[in-house]
């Protein structure tokens, strides 16, 4: 899966996207990702129920590796795509832009949002 930068991960988690997962996509998206970029509470939550380590930089190195090998052994799941966790298209271009960009449609969709459920 492809390594999302530390600016990429944080649009990531203010797209919000990850809300709608369940706590085993969050794990398993996690595990592949160097920076967390899903919410800390749910992660930890499926970490502990896995019985996995997950430290930032880990997804990199020999450790990652295996507690990615030990979670895929217990949920029968295997190494995916960013895509392949239906990852929205509008999120996928969010990430090519940079942050500040980004953090302004994002912020502009919540305010949107917010003055809809006022009405």
Not at 43 to 53: A, P, S
Not at 82 to 110: C, H
Request: aromatic share 12%.
């Amino acid at each position: 899966m492809k390594q999302l930068t530390f600016d990429q991960a944080w649009i990531f988690f203010m797209a919000g996207e990850w809300k709608k997962w369940d706590i085993e996509t969050i794990v398993h998206f996690q595990l592949c990702q160097k920076y967390l970029c899903v919410g800390a509470d749910k992660f930890f939550k499926g970490c502990k129920k896995y019985g996995v380590i997950w430290k930032p930089n880990i997804a990199t190195t020999i450790e990652g590796l295996r507690q990615k090998k030990k979670f895929y052994k217990q949920t029968k799941r295997s190494d995916q795509q960013l895509e392949d966790f239906g990852v929205s298209k509008r999120t996928l271009a969010l990430l090519e832009k940079d942050v500040m960009q980004a953090s302004m449609i994002i912020n502009q969709k919540k305010q949107r949002t917010n003055e809809k459920n006022k009405v």
